[in-house]
T-cell receptor, first 115, second 116 residues
Framework: GAVVSQHPSRVICKSGTSVKIECRSLDFQATTMFWYRQFPKKSLMLMAT?????????EQGVEKDKFLINHASLTLSTLTVTSAHPEDSSFYIC???????????FGPGTRLTVL | AQTVTQSQPEMSVQEAETVTLSCTYD???????LFWYKQPPSRQMILVIRQEAYKQQNATENRFSVNFQKAAKSFSLKISDSQLGDAAMYFC?????????????FGKGTHLIIQP
């Protein structure tokens, strides 16, 4: 139980284009999902908290207009990187708060490369 | 703000031996959760063990156990009978117990190498 999927697993795009990453909780409903970013050989940094039916809460320093988050249903949150640039290249990982509310279950991550 | 410190960038242990990974944290709150996550080369984050701060008993999951010292703000992970599949990055993480902002704060990680 408590499986989270992400799609796509990797994406390469041209500078200036937008990329959408999906995060789904497959066997449970998640009112809250989280988006993290991980640079090579570094730790995970929380970018934003996504709440179903309301606006996302962004961490300090994260541009909300660049990283658009939508949590339209209890099983799906999306992260759209708008007007991507090479410095946005990174590993993006989502997580969903489990049905018992105290543990986060992580998706397999999405590697974004912006050329 | 909470901070999590893992002072060991890399640890190496012989297969079947025991290894302890250290983690300290800083918080002004009295109730919170602590976690150890494992990230193998696949990059999938896997929950290893969790501890509620209000519980005095140290959490145990098979070969994995923690030494939680609340007063010292220390949360170490002990891996017994190390196996080759334990090789991975290990991240210590903190989460507030209550309140809206409950994303995880991670340490920088410890790279665990298992020597056959």
């Amino acid at each position: 139980g408590a499986v989270v999927s992400q799609h796509p697993s990797r994406v390469i795009c041209k500078s200036g284009t937008s990329v959408k990453i999906e995060c789904r909780s497959l066997d449970f409903q998640a009112t809250t999902m989280f988006w993290y970013r991980q640079f090579p050989k570094k730790s995970l940094m929380l970018m934003a908290t996504s709440n179903e039916g309301s606006k996302a809460t962004y961490e300090q320093g994260v541009e909300k207009d660049k990283f658009l988050i939508n949590h339209a249903s209890l099983t799906l949150s999306t992260l759209t990187v708008t007007s991507a640039h090479p410095e946005d290249s990174s590993f993006y990982i989502c997580s969903a708060r489990g049905p018992w509310g105290d543990t986060q279950y992580f998706g397999p991550g999405t590697r974004l490369t912006v050329l | 703000a909470q901070t999590v410190t893992q002072s060991q960038p890399e640890m190496s242990v012989q297969e079947a031996e025991t290894v302890t990974l250290s983690c300290t944290y800083d918080t002004s709150e009295s109730d919170y959760y602590l976690f150890w996550y494992k990230q193998p080369p696949s990059r999938q984050m896997i929950l290893v063990i969790r501890q509620e701060a209000y519980k005095q008993q140290n959490a145990t999951e098979n070969r994995f156990s923690v030494n939680f010292q609340k007063a010292a703000k220390s949360f170490s992970l002990k891996i017994s009978d190390s196996q080759l599949g334990d090789a991975a990055m290990y991240f210590c993480a903190y989460r507030r117990l209550i309140g809206g902002a409950d994303g995880l704060t991670f340490g920088k990680g410890t790279h665990l190498i298992i020597q056959p």
